[in-house]
């Protein structure tokens, strides 16, 4: 069996397009569309992560702001500057970076975001209006596989999906997402007993655990589909995904590569935020 790419290439292109042309009619407008990123650690990958958002944003002509806090931020500071932004009529959009320092809970600080500007869907209020399926933003990144899969043809609705991890930036609005669609959801975690049992009783398996290569050819059944949210430092620095591509390559009918799978509809889906955003503060 040949295993299909899921590249995610050419949707973050037309998600861009698309993005581009709204944001130069805001800027027509009046302003161009505004994001600020917030910093608050030295993590090397969290510092490569905003210079990619920075470029694209550019790109799209969207502005792109950053208040680097230190690492060593307190909570007090980092909630009382998302709040500031949160109520400052020049900023459409508000990201909280991670990691944070120690000590500081996401959900604790996230709450400071206004659901209206919260474009990663991080804070507990919108991750609640994602659970009771009212209007807001989903985390990107959940919403990356599901427009990855409606792009690919790959269909949804009274499918089995197994999601290997269980965080709030992924896993657990995922199953929400999926569920909307009429799916059929099963959250693994750490303490799943016979993992493999269950993703290969799945038709599809979305790995979004964190931990490289866990999802094996064992774990997926003949046939199905796989999407892989992993991003991992790999031996030689590169980046892997949460699945053992190898081994799935000819089991599975269709895999999504890491990097070039989900990794760019994220990136894309975030900046289309900021832009929605940004129309809806404007009326």
């Given at each position: 069996m040949d295993t299909t790419s899921l590249t995610g290439k050419q949707l973050a292109a037309d998600l861009?397009?698309?993005?581009?042309?709204?944001?130069?009619?805001?800027?027509?407008?009046?302003?161009?569309?505004?994001?600020?990123?917030?910093?608050?650690?030295?993590?090397?990958?969290?510092?490569?992560?905003?210079?990619?958002?920075?470029?694209?944003?550019?790109?799209?002509?969207?502005?792109?702001?950053?208040?680097?806090?230190?690492?060593?931020?307190?909570?007090?500071?980092?909630?009382?500057?998302?709040?500031?932004?949160?109520?400052?009529?020049?900023?459409?959009?508000?990201?909280?970076?991670t990691p944070l320092p120690a000590g500081v809970a996401l959900a604790d600080v996230s709450s400071a975001i206004t659901a209206a500007k919260d474009v990663d869907g991080v804070s507990p209020h919108s991750l609640g209006l994602l659970a009771t399926g009212l209007p807001g933003f989903p985390p990107a990144t959940a919403q990356a596989v599901v427009e990855l899969?409606?792009?690919?043809?790959?269909?949804?609705?009274?499918?089995?999906?197994?999601?290997?991890?269980?965080?709030?930036?992924?896993?657990?609005?995922?199953?929400?997402?999926?569920l909307a669609e009429n799916a059929t959801v099963t959250v693994c975690h750490s303490r799943t007993t016979d993992l493999p049992a269950v993703?290969?009783?799945a038709d599809i398996v979305v790995a979004a655990a964190g931990?490289?290569?866990?999802?094996?050819?064992?774990?997926?059944?003949?046939?199905?589909?796989?999407?892989?949210?992993?991003?991992?430092?790999?031996p030689d620095g590169g980046i892997v995904g949460d699945v053992d591509a190898e081994s799935v390559q000819g089991r599975a009918a269709a895999l999504s590569p890491v990097p070039g799978g989900?990794?760019?509809?994220?990136?894309?889906?975030?900046?289309?935020?900021?832009?929605?955003?940004?129309?809806?503060?404007?009326?």
């Open positions: 861009n397009a698309a993005t581009a042309d709204r944001a130069a009619a805001l800027t027509a407008s009046g302003a161009a569309p505004r994001l600020v990123l917030v910093v608050a650690n030295d993590d090397p990958a969290s510092g490569w992560y905003v210079k990619s958002l920075q470029r694209a944003a550019g790109k799209l002509g969207i502005a792109c702001d950053t208040v680097d806090l230190g690492a060593d931020a307190s909570a007090d500071a980092i909630r009382a500057t998302l709040a500031e932004l949160s109520g400052d009529p020049a900023v459409d959009a508000v990201m909280l970076q899969a409606k792009f690919h043809d790959i269909p949804l609705s009274g499918r089995h999906v197994a999601v290997v991890g269980r965080s709030n930036v992924v896993g657990k609005p995922l199953a929400q997402l999926l993703t290969s009783a931990r490289a290569g866990l999802i094996t050819g064992e774990h997926v059944r003949a046939g199905a589909v796989v999407i892989d949210v992993g991003t991992n430092e790999g989900v990794g760019p509809v994220t990136t894309a889906l975030l900046m289309a935020h900021v832009v929605r955003a940004a129309e809806a503060a404007r009326g």
